[in-house]
C-alpha cells in the first residue's frame, strides 16, 4: 500500500502506556515524510528525465529512419543513373561503331572505285597508245613508200600543167586571164585538130 507524505506526517497512533515518546515519534515521522516528498520530487525528474530520453530516441529514431530511407533512395537513384549512363554510354558506342563502319566501308568502295577507273584508264591508255603507233607507223611506212620518189622526181611541163588544168575548170570559176589563155588553148587544139585531119 503506496503512502504518501502528509499521510505518514499526519499518522496517529494509539496510545498505550510506556509507549514511544510522541515527540520522537512524531520528529521522525516528519523527517519521513520530508525524504519520501524529496524521493517523489527525484522521482518525478527522473521519470521526466526517461521520457525526454525516450522522445530524443524516438526523434533520433525517425531521424535515423529519414535519413537511412534517404541514403537508400539515393543510392538507387545513383545505380538507375550510372545504369542509364552506361547503357546511354553503350548506346553511344554502337551508334559510333555502326558509323565507324559505314565510313570505313564507304572509303574500302571509294578506293576500289578509284582503283577500278585507273586501270581501266591504263588499259584505254595502252590501247590508245598501240593504236596511234600503228597509225603513225602506217603513216610512216605510206611517206616510205617508192611511189613518192616517182612522184617528186616526176618533171612535168609546167605550162601543159596550167592548160591542162584551165580545161577541167569552169568557166565562171576563171579569171579573166585564165578565160583567154583557155580560149588559146581551145583555138590552138582545135587548129591541131584541123591538121590532124587533113593528113
Known amino acids: 500500500m503506496p503512502f504518501t507524505p502528509s499521510e505518514i506526517k499526519n499518522k496517529s497512533f494509539s496510545r498505550v502506556k510506556n509507549g514511544y515518546e510522541a515527540t520522537e515519534v512524531a520528529n521522525y515521522l516528519d523527517q519521513l515524510s520530508t525524504e519520501i516528498e524529496r524521493l517523489k520530487e527525484d522521482k518525478k525528474q527522473l521519470e521526466k528525465v526517461i521520457e525526454d530520453k525516450e522522445s530524443n530516441i524516438k526523434s533520433y529514431k525517425d531521424v535515423h529512419q529519414s535519413v537511412s530511407d534517404a541514403l537508400v533512395q539515393a543510392q538507387k537513384a545513383g545505380e538507375e543513373t550510372k545504369a542509364a549512363a552506361e547503357k546511354e554510354a553503350e548506346a553511344t558506342k554502337e551508334k559510333a561503331q555502326v558509323e565507324a563502319d559505314r565510313i570505313v566501308n564507304d572509303a574500302i568502295e571509294k578506293a576500289r572505285r578509284l582503283s577500278f577507273q585507273t586501270e581501266d584508264m591504263k588499259r584505254q591508255s595502252k590501247i590508245f597508245r598501240s593504236r596511234f603507233r600503228m597509225l603513225v607507223e ?12 616517182y612522184l617528186l622526181n616526176y618533171d612535168l611541163d609546167a605550162q601543159q600543167v596550167t592548160e591542162e588544168n584551165l580545161q577541167h575548170l569552169h568557166s565562171d570559176d576563171l579569171t579573166p586571164e585564165e578565160k583567154a589563155k583557155k580560149e588559146m588553148s581551145q583555138a590552138s587544139q ?7 585531119n587533113e593528113k
Open 190 to 196: 582545135k587548129d591541131e585538130d584541123e591538121q590532124h
Open 138 to 149: 602506217a603513216q610512216l611506212d605510206l611517206l616510205k613508200n617508192e611511189d613518192w620518189d
